[in-house]
């Protein structure tokens, strides 16, 4: 078996799916590795560090053309422009393992079936007890919730903690995290290590525990909130007069905070509206948001994908792709995470067997033989389901 990564073409994007430290995961079951020149350059890994542990360094037209598995932080629909450069490289029966973006990049799910390589989306890995190992996505969150603090308090125009001083006492911020996910646990965690008062609000009240065994405030609304979660632990979407009462709730609850950071996310939809302009009007001048669900339309109605905005006095930021901010140890646990899942399908033999009787394989796999196989992603694709083979 060859495995294979390249450096990654994506604007910004500094992460490497592969790191030398898992390099002998991989040569453990006999595979044979392929590094681009340069691939991890950008995150502080040289050519000569893969090269030690027994990576072969190579031209991006070799890996694509020797590699069994290939390897890549964004693949193709998380990569659309710069992505379809490598469309023509890949090839029937390689194996593609990489965030793709399936339940919106309709398109791209299409062109990639259609080259007849078998696609492994890794945002659709799910969260079971097994799958803890292989999931990208807390991973990811992970570091955003905690540069998402950092963010805040270089913009905030306070110090975070508390100081009792010869010049008087400084009141610690006053911190609210809006969701309590992973990113919005490590937005928390972060945020009391330095040293503010903070608050947490999530449409699951099965989370409060989770909140306050971090020093936290969980924050109860007025609302229904009996059936917010589905199967997987995610907040499913409420209907309009939902999130209509609880807009008008947050802002009241948010207009003394000095900072506001927002990590509600719905997988496959737009993020939830949660903070109206009118809200952000009611907070102090000075005070700071930071909208972590700012790539799928922002939880503020102020907030601008990539960009800082501000609004009566308050800082509206809405950053892209902050693990890529923090490449070196980005790159460390996606590629952990991403050769876990490539092993879990790996024999004694070291060779590749796809189960799809596997709930993580079949979990994430969207194409295969040049179909769409993953029936979430033919039902936002509006395709009809797929009925068993008859067999010969």
């Given amino acids: 078996m060859i495995v294979g990564t390249v450096k990654e073409t994506f604007p910004g994007e500094t992460r490497v799916a592969l790191t030398p430290s898992v390099l002998g995961s991989l040569t453990k079951v006999g595979a044979e590795v392929l590094v681009e020149s340069g691939a991890g350059d950008a995150a502080g890994y040289p050519d000569a560090v893969f090269t030690e542990k027994g990576a072969q360094i190579v031209s991006r037209a070799d890996v694509f053309a020797r590699a069994d598995v290939l390897m890549q932080v964004r693949g193709l629909g998380a990569n659309p422009e710069a992505g379809q450069a490598d469309v023509g490289s890949t090839r029937k029966g390689q194996v593609l393992i990489s965030t793709f973006e399936p339940l919106t990049a309709a398109d791209a799910v299409k062109t990639i079936a259609g080259t007849g390589a078998t696609m492994f989306a890794l945002e659709l890995v799910p969260r079971i007890t097994r799958a803890q190992s292989m999931d990208i996505l807390s991973s990811m969150a992970t570091i955003a919730g905690y540069k998402a603090v950092l963010l805040a308090a270089d913009h905030l ?36 290590r330095m040293g503010a008062r903070v608050e947490a609000y999530d449409i699951r009240p099965a989370v409060k525990e989770q909140i306050e065994s971090l020093g936290a405030k969980f924050v109860e609304l007025d609302l229904d909130t009996g059936d917010a979660e589905d199967k997987g632990g995610y907040a499913k979407a409420m209907d309009e007069e939902f999130y209509k009462k ?64 501000v609004e009566h006095g ?58 769409i196989v993953h029936p979430r992603v033919r039902e936002v694709m509006g395709l009809p389901a797929l009925t068993p083979a008859t067999p010969a």
């Fill in 157 to 192: 125009p306070k110090m975070f903690p508390m100081m009792m001083t010869a010049a008087g006492t400084v009141k610690p911020a006053r911190v609210m995290v809006l969701g309590a996910g992973v990113a919005g646990l490590q937005a928390i965690a972060s945020s009391k």
């Fill in 246 to 309: 609880q807009r008008a709730a947050l802002a009241k609850e948010v207009a003394p905070m000095d900072v506001v950071i927002s990590t509600a996310a719905i997988p496959g939809r737009k993020a939830p509206l949660l903070l109206t302009a009118d809200a952000v009007k009611g907070m102090a001048p000075g005070s700071v948001i930071v909208d972590l669900a700012a790539e799928t339309g922002g939880n503020c109605e102020l907030t601008r994908a990539g960009e800082t905005v």
């Fill in 314 to 371: 308050v800082s509206i930021l809405g950053p892209a792709n902050l693990a890529a901010k923090v490449p070196f140890h980005a790159s460390q646990m996606f590629s952990k995470n991403i050769v876990t899942f490539l092993l879990n399908m790996v024999t004694k033999e070291g060779k590749l067997e796809i189960d799809n009787e596997d709930e993580v394989v079949a979990g994430s796999l969207v194409t295969q033989d040049g179909e």
